[in-house]
């Protein structure tokens, strides 16, 4: 607004100028019109001279509100570049996380059926054990009630029908222990 004042001024004053040549009386009038524009156009000049200072402070604060910009830009670039480099860690260590986490997962799954088949095994042990005891204790009754006649039989050297009774009484029990022993292919193939 001051500016556009200033240019107003400045083009009347060579009119004033032009116009004031008329006369002598007006040449007094003509000393104080020019004496004004003289004030005015110094008025306009110190305004302008003002103003150029308020422009030149106003740039320089531009400047150093750019230059402070950018440096915050460039800061912030950096923090948003450290926070994406940490977001790719973390992304990585969550993928890795989730792997190791499905790996664990399947041993345990794995570990569980290991566990199931191991019981089962017990399982088919003790019931083998069990069998292999009341085998023995059918042994030692058996063998209790063996007396002289059984004994001397199973000797007598002709018929030998005693010791033929003996042998698949033998036979017999060394077949109950054999379905019995505890065989872990057997176990683990039955067990599957």
């Known amino acids: ?57 106003l740039k320089s604060e531009v400047d150093e509100l750019n230059r402070k910009l950018g440096s915050q830009k460039k800061s912030s670039e950096a923090a948003l570049a450290k926070s994406r480099e940490g977001n790719a860690a973390l992304s990585e260590d969550l993928r890795k996380a989730g792997q190791d986490l499905r790996q664990t997962a399947a041993e345990k799954t794995q570990l569980q059926a290991t566990v199931v088949d191991q019981a089962q095994l017990i399982e088919t042990c003790e019931a083998n054990n069990v069998k292999m005891l009341q085998i023995n204790r059918e042994l030692l009754v058996d063998y ?24 698949n009484i033998v036979q017999e029990y060394q077949d109950r222990i054999d379905r019995s022993e505890f065989r872990k292919k057997t176990a683990e193939a039955a067990a599957r």
């Open 1 to 57: 607004m001051r500016i556009a004042t200033l240019f107003s001024v400045a083009a009347a004053i060579p009119f004033i100028l032009v116009c004031g040549t008329v006369s002598a009386a007006d040449a007094d009038d003509q000393k104080a019109v020019v004496a004004r524009a003289q004030r005015m156009l110094r008025q306009m000049s110190q305004e302008r001279d003002a103003l150029q200072a308020e422009n030149a402070k």
């Open 144 to 167: 209790e009630k063996k007396g002289f006649l059984d004994a001397m039989l199973q000797r007598e050297p002709l018929t030998q029908l005693k010791r033929v009774e003996i042998e």
